[in-house]
């Protein structure tokens, strides 16, 4: 009898697992471009300012993407006033309004945390043109 309680709790489990697919992939952004490590972008992030919400772009480049499917993020890093800011932004959240990729950047590397340590122009990513 043991073995017969065993596919009743495997059928649910599998049950639950693809409700939680469907419910991720309703939930997922069709309409992005391919983001690559290197390019330069620009993020519409929605802010709510009392009851009105407006949406703020945000450019930098991209220096890391991280994870996959509904959990994916990027890594976006600019500089401001001399200052250098990064945010992470997930993907198919629902503050990120829209991604559109102003450049595309030649890099040869998966994560550009190299950048950190440069200053001024050491920064700039050189521009890619076949994709």
């Not at 990729?101 to 050189?126: D, H, I, N, Q, S």
Request: proline letters at 3%.
């Amino acid at each position: 009898m043991a073995t017969k309680a065993k596919p009743a709790a495997a059928s649910k489990k599998l049950c639950a697992e693809e409700l939680i697919r469907e419910f991720e992939s309703a939930q997922q952004k069709t309409d992005l471009p391919e983001i690559y490590v290197g390019d330069t972008v620009r993020v519409g992030v929605r802010i709510s300012e009392g009851n009105r919400e407006r949406v703020q772009p945000y450019e930098g480049v991209v220096i890391s993407k991280r994870h996959g499917g509904m959990n994916q993020t990027i890594t976006v890093r600019r500089i401001f006033q001399g200052i250098g800011v990064e945010r992470v932004f997930m993907v198919h959240s629902p503050q990120v309004a829209n991604i559109k990729v102003e450049r595309r950047g030649k890099v040869r590397r998966a994560k550009l945390f190299y950048l950190r340590e440069r200053v001024g122009k050491a920064t700039r990513v050189k521009q890619r043109f076949d994709r």
